[in-house]
């Protein structure tokens, strides 16, 4: 038995998916086996070949003829994984050179829990760093505890500031119990993370950068996109979980009573939707306030009735609530360390760059 079973969901990324076999198979632990699922992509045999190159004993491949989606793909990896740990990560992504050998060696000092997550870099299709994200300390997350469970609900300052829902560990088992849904868009790891707390399963997020997530820029770079910045996306994912959230007996008790809050619906939906100028009432009105959509209609209205100042002005109130959050869980000096390591690490500096270069 594997401590790790590594996870990939494969579609149409033979340019990216050697990229992530070497971060694994260069890197200094060899306590895994790997186990790609290829979603019948149009590429299957560029990723053919890029495959055999890799020791044949540590990897187990599955080349679908006929596509099932993200989450049935998951599913399908999930019922093949024989390791100890399981690891689910993006076939575009990778991990950091010691990145497998830290979560080894914290799991083992830190046994008791069942879903580690970790710190993450964000990188572009030419492998430079965006931006970082770790917490500056240790915390767990749990129902059973109110401190961190509001905001990671609210999903915007936690959990993307801290670990990304898409790359975790989950101890063996879990997957099966909580199944990813394939009724909430492109979030079904997020909801995930949402359904594991619920369930009162432990969850620690690990202060350290473990794997790095790749954030497409230049479409003309890469076929297959970022699921997350297809239009709508997001907000059609936050849609359906908002609903699951108020009709799901899963949610009943604390997570539901914040849930109906106002608050919390401006930070869940409403955010998403003041982020993008392309978001008009019109087009809320048109595809989203339909007969069948359920409670989070409510919210849409809220919003299709706020006035243009106050969406501005949400707008660019939005980072101050999340650096009040961050403040009010880390303290000062962390959270100037955050700002300073944003800066630092080119998230700002680096868009700037782009738009140098374009004009050059």
């Not at 009040?324 to 000062?332: D, E, M, S």
């Amino acid at each position: 038995m594997p401590f790790f079973s590594i996870l990939i969901p494969s579609y149409n990324r033979p340019e990216y998916i050697s990229g992530l076999l070497d971060s694994i198979f260069e890197s200094n632990f060899d306590d895994f086996e790997v186990i790609i699922s290829d979603d019948f992509s149009p590429k299957q045999q560029e990723i053919k070949k890029i495959i055999t190159q890799y020791d044949p004993t540590k990897i187990k491949t599955y080349f679908h003829q006929i596509n099932s989606g993200e989450s049935l793909n998951k599913k399908f990896l999930v019922s093949k994984a024989s390791g100890k740990f399981n690891i689910l990560i993006g076939d575009d992504d990778r991990f950091t050179q010691s990145g497998l050998s830290s979560l080894y060696s914290f799991i083992s000092e830190n046994p008791n829990h069942d879903v580690y997550t970790f710190g993450y870099n964000i990188i572009d299709e030419d492998n430079n760093i965006i931006s970082k994200y770790k917490a500056p300390r240790q915390i767990n997350i749990s129902v059973s505890k109110d401190q961190y469970l509001y905001d990671l609900y609210c999903a915007d300052m936690l959990p993307l500031w801290i670990f990304h829902p898409s790359t975790f560990c989950c101890r063996a088992g879990i997957e099966k119990e909580i199944e990813y849904k394939n009724n909430v868009g492109m979030a079904e790891d997020l909801f995930f993370i949402f359904e594991v707390v619920a369930s009162e399963y432990s969850l620690i997020v690990i202060p350290d950068i473990m794997f790095e997530w790749r954030k497409i820029q230049i479409v003309s770079k890469s076929e297959q996109i970022n699921q997350s910045s297809k239009f709508l996306a997001d907000l059609s994912a936050r849609v359906k979980i908002f609903d699951c959230l108020a009709n799901d007996s899963l949610f009943e008790g604390k997570i539901r009573e914040f849930s109906m809050r106002t608050n919390f619906q401006y930070r869940f939906l409403i955010k998403t939707l003041v982020s993008d100028n392309k978001i008009t009432n019109n087009l809320i009105k048109n595809k989203f306030l339909g007969n069948n959509l359920g409670f989070s209609k409510n919210a849409l209205i809220e919003f299709i009735n706020m006035s243009y100042i106050s969406k501005i002005t949400f707008r660019y109130s939005l980072l101050a609530i999340r650096l009040l959050k961050f403040l009010k869980i880390f303290g000062v000096f962390n959270t100037i360390l955050f700002i300073f390591n944003l800066l630092k690490y080119r998230k700002i500096k680096y868009a700037i760059q782009r738009i140098l270069s374009q004009k050059i």
